[in-house]
């Protein structure tokens, strides 16, 4: 199980760190990432990272979001700076490889 948190509305230019906290170890979960579903789209990946801390990222938040994972605390981050209105979504963590287990989501609204 994947616990979401730390959402939130924030301005423009604004950051936030979301957190994705699982119920059991994620050591052996070789690529973790974040994904997120603005209203009428479709959900995108955002980042993924490997166990191994190889990272990639959609290119709209390159140079402005963060994924990181403890493995010992079985905890993955989002840091996410500079956001913008488009930003706005919701958020959700998942486990990809090898296996597939979704969070539920966080909402991240950028707005003045």
């Known amino acids: 199980q994947l616990q979401a948190s730390g959402g939130g509305l924030v ?3 604004g950051s936030l760190r979301l957190s994705c906290a699982a119920s059991g170890s994620i050591s ?29 990222y959609v290119d709209s938040v390159k140079g ?12 993955v981050y989002l840091q996410m700076n500079s956001l913008k209105p488009e930003d706005t979504a919701v958020y959700f963590c998942k486990a990809i490889s090898p296996t597939t287990i979704w969070g539920q989501g966080t909402q991240v609204t950028v707005s003045s």
Do not use: C, H
């Open 64 to 75: 402005r979001f963060t994924i990181s994972r403890d493995n010992a605390k079985n905890t």
């Open 28 to 56: 052996s979960i070789s690529i973790m990432g974040w994904y997120r579903q603005a209203p009428g789209k479709q959900r995108e990946l955002v980042a993924i990272i490997s166990n191994e801390d190889s990272t990639n």
């Open 11 to 13: 301005q423009p230019g």
